[in-house]
T-cell receptor, first 118, second 109 residues
Framework: GAVVSQHPSWVICKSGTSVKIECRSL??????MFWYRQFPKQSLMLMATSNEGSKATYEQGVEKDKFLINHASLTLSTLTVTSAHPEDSSFYIC??????????????FGPGTRLTVL | GIQVEQSPPDLILQEGANSTLRCNFSDSVNNLQWFHQNPWGQLINLFYIPSGTKQNGRLSATTVATERYSLLYISSSQTTDSGVYFCAVLSGGYQKVTFGTGTKLQVIP
């Protein structure tokens, strides 16, 4: 149980285009999902916390208009990188938390999406 | 914000050896998890351990929340244990998740 999928697993796009990444909880409902970014040989950095039915909470330094997050259902959150540039190239990982919003429960991670912007 | 430091940053082991990885955090936390990130980037849950001790096969973990640290023990290491190990904590009123700096483990035959 507690499986999280991400799609696509990798994407290459031209500078200026937008890319959408989907994160799904396959066998549980997730009121809270998280989006992380990981540069090579570095740790994961939290970008935003996504709660179903409400606006995402972004971490300091993360541009809300550039990284659009939608959590329209209890099993799906999407991250759209708008007008992507080469510096947005990174490994994007989502996670979903089991249990009720606000509960201190375990997170499960998707397999990640490697974005390369040319 | 909370600081989460892991040590050692790099570790090379001979197959069959034992090791201890440490995670120190600078403030009280609501929960703590250990993960193994494989070479393809997938994060695999090892332990959800806000306090106490847990064991799963060759791995075990101990968190002493009052002293703000957690330990991950790997016994009889295998080459498949190679990868990066992260701890991650949940803290604060906004329940922010903060990942540690990571320990890169290489197990050689």
């Amino acid at each position: 149980g507690a499986v999280v999928s991400q799609h696509p697993s990798w994407v290459i796009c031209k500078s200026g285009t937008s890319v959408k990444i989907e994160c799904r909880s396959l066998d549980f409902q997730a009121t809270t999902m998280f989006w992380y970014r990981q540069f090579p040989k570095q740790s994961l950095m939290l970008m935003a916390t996504s709660n179903e039915g409400s606006k995402a909470t972004y971490e300091q330094g993360v541009e809300k208009d550039k990284f659009l997050i939608n959590h329209a259902s209890l099993t799906l959150s999407t991250l759209t990188v708008t007008s992507a540039h080469p510096e947005d190239s990174s490994f994007y990982i989502c996670s979903a938390r089991v249990g009720l919003a606000g509960a201190y429960n375990e997170q499960f991670f998707g397999p990640g999406t490697r974005l390369t912007v040319l | 914000g909370i600081q989460v430091e892991q040590s050692p940053p790099d570790l090379i082991l001979q197959e069959g050896a034992n090791s201890t990885l440490r995670c120190n955090f600078s403030d009280s936390v609501n929960n703590l998890q250990w993960f193994h990130q494989n070479p393809w980037g997938q994060l695999i849950n090892l332990f959800y351990i806000p306090s106490g001790t847990k064991q799963n096969g060759r791995l075990s973990a101990t968190t002493v929340a009052t002293e703000r640290y957690s330990l991950l023990y790997i016994s009889s290491s295998q080459t498949t244990d190679s990868g990066v190990y992260f701890c991650a904590v949940l803290s604060g009123g906004y329940q922010k998740v903060t990942f540690g700096t990571g320990t890169k483990l290489q197990v050689i035959p």
